[in-house]
Nanobody, 121 residues
Framework: QVQLVESGGGLVQAGGSLRLSCAAFGRTFSSSAMGWFRQAPEKERVFVARISWSGLSTYYRDSVKGRFTISRDNAKNTVYLQMNNLKPEDTAVYYC??????????????WGQGTQVTVSS
């Protein structure tokens, strides 16, 4: 059974930084593209960033370009999201999932518990 465990969220002031981690258990994801998504209160979950299986290619939603960096360590079966210059509008629960690299569509229908990021103004 696949399990994705997100961590690293917290409360930070605007302009601050956080580093999120997503550890995968139950199977290796070294051959899968991986993505980060977020869901703000009363809003749908949306794509944030994705990274190819090799880590050589990345793609971001426009609002986080230049501020967020996605990376991965296949030996640890872990994906990261470095978030700098955080803004109040980044406040959300953040989730990871394996994704289709071309479409960004999540591969698994079930999600982890996510990690809460709250940015105060």
């Amino acid at each position: 059974q696949v399990q994705l465990v997100e961590s690293g969220g917290g409360l930070v002031q605007a302009g601050g930084s956080l580093r999120l981690s997503c550890a995968a258990f139950g199977r290796t994801f070294s051959s899968s593209a991986m993505g980060w998504f977020r869901q703000a209160p009363e809003k749908e979950r949306v794509f944030v960033a994705r990274i190819s299986w090799s880590g050589l290619s990345t793609y971001y939603r426009d609002s986080v370009k230049g501020r967020f960096t996605i990376s991965r360590d296949n030996a640890k079966n872990t994906v990261y999201l470095q978030m700098n210059n955080l803004k109040p509008e980044d406040t959300a629960v953040y989730y990871c999932n394996a994704v289709n690299w071309n479409t960004g569509v999540p591969a698994f229908g079930s999600w982890g518990q996510g990690t809460q990021v709250t940015v105060s103004s």
